[in-house]
Antibody, heavy 116, light 106 residues
Framework: QVQLVQSGAEVKKPGASVNVSCTASGYTFTSYYIHWVRQAPGQGLEWMGMINPSGGRTSYAQKYQGRVTMTRDTSTSTVYMKLSSLRSEDTALYFC?????????WGQGTLVTVSS | DIQMTQSPSTLSASVGDTVTITCRASQSFGTFLAWYQQKPGKAPKLLIYKASTLESGVPSRFSGSASGTEFTLTISSLQPDDFATYYCHQYNFYSWTFGQGTKVEV
């Protein structure tokens, strides 16, 4: 079955960067886009962007343009989401997700805490 | 981008009630619409995908339907474990969008 496994929780200082990984299994990695979604404490779900693992094309939400970079490593079936210039408002749960054959699957989430 | 307008934002109900949550899309996009249940600190739990397909292992009291740009989640005979927040999710295009969420409370 489709599995997305994310890296562990991170604590960062304001101004730093964070790199969250998402390793996929159970399907052909290059056949389906992987998306990143975040959820701030007490808030709803917000789409950040996506990467096409076949070729590496990305599309980012306007809100994150210039601060987010999504990359992939096809040798390990892993995608990475790097968010730079962190501020306290970036404290959130970050999820990777896809929709293999029309069925959504999600990673377990990675808590990123930004605090001085 | 497609906007998803979910209502109500809060819903007060009792065990045994039947509740309905609605999402309206700003434009037609087909049926790549999912419904999730979420509890604090956890990943969303998939209930329904492709608008009306019940995810394996999800109780049959959950059902989804679609009519044009309007999508509905119905929970029949509400159980204590069902008090949670529910989200709709459009995943037809490169950019995904979510409803604002509905908190089902006692």
């Amino acid at each position: 079955q489709v599995q997305l496994v994310q890296s562990g929780a991170e604590v960062k200082k304001p101004g730093a960067s964070v790199n969250v990984s998402c390793t996929a299994s159970g399907y052909t990695f290059t056949s389906y886009y992987i998306h990143w979604v975040r959820q701030a404490p007490g808030q709803g779900l917000e789409w950040m962007g996506m990467i096409n693992p076949s070729g590496g094309r990305t599309s980012y939400a306007q809100k994150y343009q210039g601060r987010v970079t999504m990359t992939r490593d096809t040798s390990t079936s892993t995608v990475y989401m790097k968010l730079s210039s962190l501020r306290s408002e970036d404290t959130a749960l970050y999820f990777c997700a896809n929709a293999v054959a029309g069925t959504p699957s999600w990673g377990q989430g990675t808590l990123v805490t930004v605090s001085s | 981008d497609i906007q998803m307008t979910q209502s109500p934002s809060t819903l007060s109900a009792s065990v045994g009630d039947t509740v309905t949550i609605t999402c309206r899309a700003s434009q037609s996009f087909g049926t790549f619409l999912a419904w999730y249940q979420q509890k604090p600190g956890k990943a969303p739990k998939l209930l329904i995908y492709k608008a009306s397909t019940l995810e394996s292992g999800v109780p049959s009291r959950f059902s989804g339907s679609a009519s044009g740009t309007e999508f509905t989640l119905t929970i029949s005979s509400l159980q204590p474990d069902d008090f949670a927040t529910y989200y709709c999710h459009q995943y037809n295009f490169y950019s995904w969008t979510f409803g604002q969420g509905t908190k089902v409370e006692v």
